[in-house]
């Protein structure tokens, strides 16, 4: 190490140099005085050209953020922060992550040994505050500026990116490196000192095998026998190994709205009606389950029937989605050669029309009629195109007119609300990428998630707009993250809001019917008065109110050069 320079700030340049010739990419960064070291290496890294730096003053935006970048990039994004309560603001982030097996590293920094437990200001406990939902933890010693601290930080970084990787026992997830320093607590870190950490991190990186350790298969695969009449379900992240199983075995496809399963001939989109129907949902003899599910209730309900069997497809994590706690969990599945029951997914498609037919929002202008050389067939047709594009917006509308808008080249994000839920019901087979935090279904960081996940998918493309669809109060609820870093460009991102001045949500809960109106008005609906068009001023963001769908479908496919509020008002 340099004569004066601080051990904090060699320590953190090798730990940082180390990670980005591991394949870290972004750090997110808040600001604070112990770990200073940290961000300024960053931000010198930065410089470098070794990686990209995102500065938010917020610890839980931070963590969504990187969540949001982890989720599009596949790769751990790092998150930086100091001591105390800064770090406790990453917990809903870790969580989201842990349960959703999204990789992040958690790079806090804390005092050193003689400070603990002296009631030391802005000092706690951070080892354990994270307890299971890490995939590792480390409690650094602070540097004393021997060659030991390199070398200790570089093997730290390659265990943090192993590990947010995960392996088929615990899949991806959150890793914590705690990491003491003493004062002084950052110097100066000159150009050649960032070139020579850069070139000796890739020089050892270059060193080592990149066969990674063979790991044994957890659980097995299984071979699926035709007989048993079958309903593939594709929770969240159930990605699109449950289409091509349905597809292969002739089974209906039974796939939420961000399970990214949610296209191809074989899906039912009403399933929740047809679930309850003693013909098609009482039929069901086995049911095959990939990914999350978490918007429904008649799902858990079918999965705790002693006559259904229940498989779970599970590469990777410790828990299994089992609500019936009879579930066998594969690591994959395939079908046994035969011939598909066509009866049965047929029955499951024609009722699935039947059903869609019924609930179309707008009766369709006649084509003949517009195409007719009568005036009055002209004039019917132009009568039915313009109401359906003068109708007011209403829940229904608003999926309606977000999903018919996205694109492959776009990102759909929705919000724990109850809109996710309208879409779900709803919205038809399209082979979009659609993300929720659904790991816990928290209203936590909607915002952040979707900027970041604009910020990775846009990166190097000039084409594509990520939208979310969220309802007021989770806008209220992160309303933080609508403050970008200073100076770093805003990626296409349209948050569009609908807004009914409360958690309608809770309406549809047995509590709706029992409590006292007053008092459920006031703690479960929580009314407001937010103007949302001035909150869109003082961030600098563009709103425009869009009552008509065809003001909808106007806001939601104008250009613009700053990211946009569409606040559209609903009905409780």
Known sequence: MPEGTSPATAASLALLSELTARGLRDVVVSPGSR???????????????????HVR??????????????????????????????????????????????????????????????????????????????????????????????????????????????????????????????????????????ERALGEATSSRSTESDAAPATPARRPRVLLERGPRTVVIAGHAAGPAAEELAHAGGWPLLAEVTSGSRYGRNLVVPYR??????????????????GHPTLSREVPALLQREDVEVVVVAPHGDDVYDPGRTARAVSAASVAEGAADRAWLGAWIVAARELLAAADLDAAPSLEDGHSHDPEARLRFAKTEFEAVRAPVDRARLVDAVWRATWPHDRLVLAASRLIREADTRVLGKKIRVHANRGLAGIDGTIATAHGMATASQRESDIGVTRVLLGDLALLHDVGSLLGGHDEPWPRLQLIVGNDRGGTI????????????????????????????????????????????????QALTSPRDRPVIIEVPLER
């Open 35 to 53: 770990s200073q070291a940290l961000a300024l290496a960053a931000a010198a890294l930065e410089t470098a050209g070794a990686l990209t730096v």
């Open 57 to 194: 003053i917020d610890e839980r935006s931070a963590a969504f953020f990187a969540l949001g970048l982890a989720v599009e990039t596949g790769v751990p994004a790092a998150v930086i922060t100091t001591s105390g309560t800064a770090v406790a603001n990453l917990h809903p982030a870790v969580l989201e992550a842990h349960h959703s097996m999204v990789p992040l590293i958690l790079l806090t920094g804390d005092r050193p040994s003689e400070l603990r437990g002296i009631r030391s200001n802005q000092t706690t406990r951070q080892p354990g505050m994270f307890a299971s939902a890490v995939r590792l933890e480390r409690d650094v010693e602070a540097p004393t500026g021997s060659a030991a601290d390199v070398r200790r930080a570089r093997d730290l970084a390659a265990e943090a990116m192993a590990a947010a990787a995960g392996d088929s026992l615990s899949g991806a997830g959150p890793v914590h490196l705690n990491l003491a320093f003493r004062e002084p607590l950052s110097s100066a870190l000159p150009p050649v000192e960032i």
């Open 273 to 290: 009606v047809l679930l309850r129907e003693p013909e098609l949902g009482g039929r069901i003899e086995r049911a095959i389950v990939f």
């Open 506 to 553: 809770f309406d549809g809960l047995e509590v709706a019917a029992s409590a006292d109106r007053t008092a459920f008005d006031r703690v479960q609906y929580t009314p407001h008065d937010v103007d949302i068009a001035a909150l869109a001023t003082a961030y600098h963001w563009d709103h425009v109110r869009a009552v008509t769908r065809i003001q909808l479908d």
